[in-house]
């Protein structure tokens, strides 16, 4: 989120400012709601995994209701902003200018492909993971080298 936001810091006066704002929020729309997944995770899934192994009754119950069709559907939601937000984020990138075109492009791409890894392919996830980290780094490096990424001009 931190890198999102100082992203946007230098965007919004560039010539994608409408896909950095939107991009900065549909990203932290996202988080927010990957937080109800990432708590389920943390908390329900070991006290479930206990009370399974301890015998208590009616566990299976509980898992498939804490697993229903509420979390899903606010993990589809959640997918659906945090990807919107990366792509979107992406394009504003590779807007703001010129030298910078491969980069958003590279970030939409390969945050894409991280999130479709997780539901597809197992070896996907942390391959898009490692660029997408890569990508994260070279943008940070190169995007305040453009004055003109944050004065609205393209180079």
Do not use: H
């Not at 504003?92 to 392919?121: D, E, K, N, T």
């Amino acid at each position: 989120m931190l890198g999102v936001v100082a992203a946007l810091a230098f965007l919004v006066r560039g010539p994608a400012v409408t896909a950095a704002i939107v991009s900065a929020a549909f990203t932290i729309v996202g988080n927010v709601v990957f937080t109800a997944l990432f708590g389920v995770a943390a908390f329900a899934q070991p006290a479930i995994g206990r009370a399974f192994i301890d015998g208590a009754p009616g566990v299976r119950e509980l898992n498939e209701d804490v697993y229903g069709t509420p979390l899903f559907a606010t993990a589809g939601i959640g997918f659906l902003f945090f990807v919107a937000g990366g792509i979107l984020l992406g394009v504003a990138i590779a807007r703001s200018a010129r030298p910078l075109r491969w980069i958003g492009i590279g970030y939409a791409a390969s945050l894409v492909l991280f999130v479709l890894g997780f539901l597809a392919l197992d070896i996907a996830q942390p391959i898009a993971g490692a660029l997408l980290a890569v990508v994260g780094v070279v943008l940070a490096l190169r995007l305040p080298r453009y004055p003109t990424a944050a004065a609205g001009t393209t180079a």
